[in-house]
């Protein structure tokens, strides 16, 4: 049986797909050109020195025509009052605008990357629910890693900018400390219980060490096991204060964007009730992987009047990652009101400097003005990035926790640690044979014999997918899934927090 097979030809008609089609089409561009956005354009030297009664300077206008910006910012650099009366104008985002973005290389190739393992992922989906190959690769796999790598190293990379600059004390700090609190708060999360909190972490590393003990010892190795619980948790916790550090800023810009997209939506009833269903959809996540709130109340207790729970477990866990698809989705289909809530800074940046007292001078207005549409992407970035980690780790929870999406459709099973337990047990039986089937094609195999040794290595590939098993990725994507969801959270009220008390309205 193929390793590959059909998933190799999926992805190799996607890579063709992709060459062909990125060069004519981007949802990345799309969304930022195509979507009704707008932004405001700074006043002219000429519009400001007829606004501020400055006269003109003699002898230096076909100078400036002539040798261009640089020239001319550089020679007619003057003051105005702060409390002048400007008019913005507006127009709407081009293509050619936003080729010259800082990190719109960067925010394009994530976007229209994550796009084209989306349909990856469906298709071989697909694929396995009419042909179900369990000795296959998953390709879809790598495609959603590659679209959480990608996702972590972008918000790393905006992360790090607070680190070299000299004038971001205040951000560095803020990326210090949130980092700390984080890794506290996941320390604390690891030592509650199963039967409170169903990430499955404590199931995954029995499976993993029993597995991992038993091929070990098929090698001739004595070992109890990779690790002791207590390393692995505490590198896990480790992990989730990065992660947690990387999620602050994009929380608290998103809380800015919201705020200002509820001042910007007062008398539209229905768009208002989306943006915070969409700012409430990942607290609401958080809860469905709370045992007593969620799973016992919907898959155990029976209600008056019936003879059977409302969900099995299998329809619960279907509704659980389609409840992560659908917040993921809505926020996608909000992401232009979120957009334009932040180009609107601009506007807002002078009202307030109409109230303040003293002068300024052209360029500093100008760049004042001008730094919220140069930032567009940097921001994009930050929306963007924290919901696709999330949505990609709940598809791979899914696929490699051998979960369906069709889970109404099933009867109810029990599981019980009994089962979990059950299926460790067969899980370390089939390390044993495949290791030992391996052992013996290798003795029995001729060395010039290619399909022998190909045979080899489908079988050392299998004793190892033997190892991790459903139930550690179960666990390990489960936390991650759960975790991501917890942050993108806690990061957004942390900003909906410094909104209400520190802002001024």
Known sequence: MALLGAQLVITLIMVSVIQKLSPHFSLA????????????????????????????????????????????????TFHVPRSLDIQLDTVGISPYD??????????????????????????????????????????????????????????????????????????????????????LIAMIILIVPETTLEVGLDRAYRSFNESASAFLETQGLNSSGPASKIVVKFFIAVGCGILGALFTFPGLRMARMHWDSLKFCQDRIWLKFLLNLSFAMPFMLVLLWVKPLSRDYLTGRVFAGMSAPLLSSEAFETIRLAAVVFAVVLRFLLMPIYLQAYLNLAYDRVEEQKKEAGRITNVDLQKKISSIFYYLCVVT?????????CLFFALMYKTLGDYTWT????????????????????????????????????????????????????????????VFTKDVYRGLFGFATWWSCFIWFAASSLGMVYQTYFTKS
């Open 407 to 466: 889970g109404f459709l099933q009867e109810a099973l029990p599981l019980d640690e009994c089962s979990a337990d059950w299926d460790t047990q067969r899980a370390v039986e089939a390390a044993r044979a495949a290791v030992s089937s391996t052992q013996d094609s290798a003795s029995t195999a001729d060395d010039g014999n290619i399909l022998s040794t190909a045979q080899s290595i489908q079988l050392s590939l299998q004793s190892l997918k033997s």
């Open 98 to 183: 936003i080729v010259h973005l800082r990190y719109y290389t960067e925010y394009q190739w994530l976007v229209d990357f994550s796009l084209y393992a989306s349909i990856v992922y469906v298709i071989s989906e697909v694929y396995q629910f009419f042909f179900p190959l369990k000795e296959e690769f998953n390709l879809s796999m790598l495609w959603c890693l590659l679209v959480v790598f990608f996702a972590f190293k972008l918000l790393a990379s905006l992360t790090v900018q607070y680190f070299q600059s000299e004038e971001s004390i205040g951000e560095r700090s803020t990326c210090i400390v949130t980092g700390l609190i984080y890794l």
């Open 381 to 389: 970035l930050q929306y963007v990035a924290p919901i696709l980690m």
């Open 29 to 76: 561009k799309w969304i930022l050109c195509s979507t009704g956005l707008t932004r405001y354009l700074h006043p002219t030297d000429d519009e400001l020195r007829k606004l501020s009664g400055v006269p003109r300077e003699k002898g230096k206008s076909k100078k400036d025509k002539r040798n261009g910006h640089t020239e001319q910012g550089k020679a007619s």
